[in-house]
């Protein structure tokens, strides 16, 4: 191993910005010429472009799983309150508003926003399989439902859930002035 190439990993290995610096002077060694503009300006090697992807799909995952987090309970109340503000037999829009920004903030983090930069063969549209979690969800209701036509005991807990809408429905009948959110 050479002088020069052990300088060149401890320097790298303290300050990660002299990189750019000792691409230059390799260059320049080679080809005892400075790089012309257009071959300074080449893109980083795609070793580096798949570290940021990580590094960034880290960030992006962590943002990811805290606007998850603050929707848990977030659903919850908005369903409660949408519930309670229904009127003419239609519940209150604030379920639906809650989801609407939910969809607005997963367009924003743009978690899988990395497969702009997947190398050729890799299809961001390939998908196998097929199924969406609402697929899965429509057969799980379908299941249900025909448990409870049944008489099986998802009807026991519909008329138990039934039951605690209509006694919420009557306790704000019975209080017209209380407010639902406190």
Sequence with gaps: MSVSSTVNERVCRRQPAALYSLVLIEFYCVNKTMPTPAEKETPHSPHWTLIRDLA????????????????????????????????????GPEFYKLLVAGKHSEHFINLF?????????????????????????????????????????????????????EKLRKKKAADPDSDPET
């Design 113 to 165: 926003g990395a497969l702009r930069n997947a190398p050729a063969g890799v299809d961001p549209d390939d998908i196998r399989g097929g199924a969406e979690m609402d697929d899965i969800v429509s057969r799980v209701e379908s299941f249900v439902v025909d448990e409870y036509k049944r008489g099986g005991v998802t009807s026991q807990a519909k008329s138990r859930i039934d039951e605690a809408l």
């Design 56 to 91: 960034v799909l880290q960030v992006k995952l962590l943002v990811d799983g805290f606007r998850d987090l603050v929707l848990l309970p977030a659903s919850i109340i908005a369903a409660i309150v949408s519930m309670s503000r229904t009127q003419d037999g239609v519940p």
